[in-house]
């Protein structure tokens, strides 16, 4: 659910308001890719590079956060994982689903194999509720195909549209990880079928390899500029998406005239931010990168072509 703390309540007999119906549940500063001037070859800070004039900012919708006063649930011993038969249609068909998402990429096989046999089908129609906020979280869920909408009730007003999801995203693992209540309401939108998977094969398989990455990567993730804007939470949800890439001295990074599809964040060592002044002469310095610089977003932003190199000085690592 992309989960988080509410303040507010849910009447859990009423149901929920979306879109003025009522749903009924039962059960009760970029660093390097500006073309700057011969003037500005000096080392510049983060602080010093603007945003594209042409980048329309938007007012960030409010998120859901995890509960900042929970502790991560602990394992139960003598665990046994359960199994559901499937078809090999199926079976390829979640395989794929794994695929699309990020929690599953640095599973090894027979943690992969574990969780497909553990998964069981719940199929959803449009303004059926998959979850509602406040309940007691029992499943992770993965979407094979359809959208859900995910709500988070508002004092005197409805339940405010924070995010959208499709297929091969996920939610609910919050509740999992932490044993509290759901802390946002998921409602199909179109005819959905999910793979679900249990509380406990949730702990034992994918907890224990989100957390560690998360932990890794959460204090450092703090204290990159361009991510401080968002709440805690947000910046888990980062964390999940980063991988690891590691360039020797010398190496280009990115390249000054390609075509950008990822955005970079320096993590150990430095590089540099080399542009073309003129036609036929080596590139220039624009700037150098240390931990905690990024690079690489205005391509994206902009949907443009590179506007500069950056190449590692010593060996580097980035996150991406």
Request: charged letters at 35%; proline letters at 3%.
């Amino acid at each position: 659910e992309k989960e988080g703390v509410a303040e507010e309540e849910v009447d859990s007999e009423e149901g929920v308001w979306v879109r003025g119906r009522k749903h009924v549940t039962r059960g009760g500063k970029g660093a390097s890719e500006g073309r700057l001037r011969k003037s500005e070859r000096e080392r510049l800070t983060m602080a010093e590079m603007e945003v594209p004039k042409n980048f329309k900012r938007t007012k960030r919708r409010t998120a859901v956060s995890a509960p900042s006063d929970k502790k991560e649930t602990t394992l139960e011993k003598g665990w046994v994982a359960k199994v559901f038969p499937k078809t090999p249609e199926e079976a390829e068909r979640i395989d794929k689903v794994m695929d699309k998402n990020i929690l599953f990429k640095y599973l090894d096989d027979d943690q992969r194999k574990t969780i497909l046999n553990a998964m069981f089908e719940v199929n959803k129609k449009p303004e059926q509720v998959i979850i509602r906020q406040n309940d007691e979280g029992d499943n992770f869920y993965v979407i094979d195909n359809g959208v859900a909408e995910i709500y988070v009730n508002q004092k005197n007003a409805e339940p405010l549209l924070v995010l959208t999801c499709k297929d091969g995203d996920s939610f609910g693992e919050l509740a999992l990880m932490y044993d509290a209540p759901r802390a946002a309401t998921v409602i199909a939108k179109t005819d959905m079928k999910l793979w679900a998977m249990d509380r406990a094969t949730y702990k034992h398989i994918l907890m224990d390899t989100t957390l560690r990455k998360r932990k890794k990567y959460e204090g450092f993730l703090d204290k990159v500029p361009i991510l401080q804007s968002l709440d805690a939470y947000e910046r888990l949800k980062v964390a999940d998406l980063l991988e690891e890439k590691v360039y020797e001295d010398g190496e280009d990074i990115v390249v000054e005239g390609e075509q950008g599809e990822e955005f970079y964040i320096v993590e150990a060592g430095s590089v540099q931010c080399l542009q073309t002044y003129e036609e036929g002469k080596p590139q220039g310095c624009v700037a150098n990168l240390k931990p905690g610089d990024y690079f690489g977003e205005r391509a994206l932003l902009l949907d443009s072509k590179r506007a500069c190199t950056v190449r590692a000085v010593g060996k580097v690592k980035v996150l991406v």
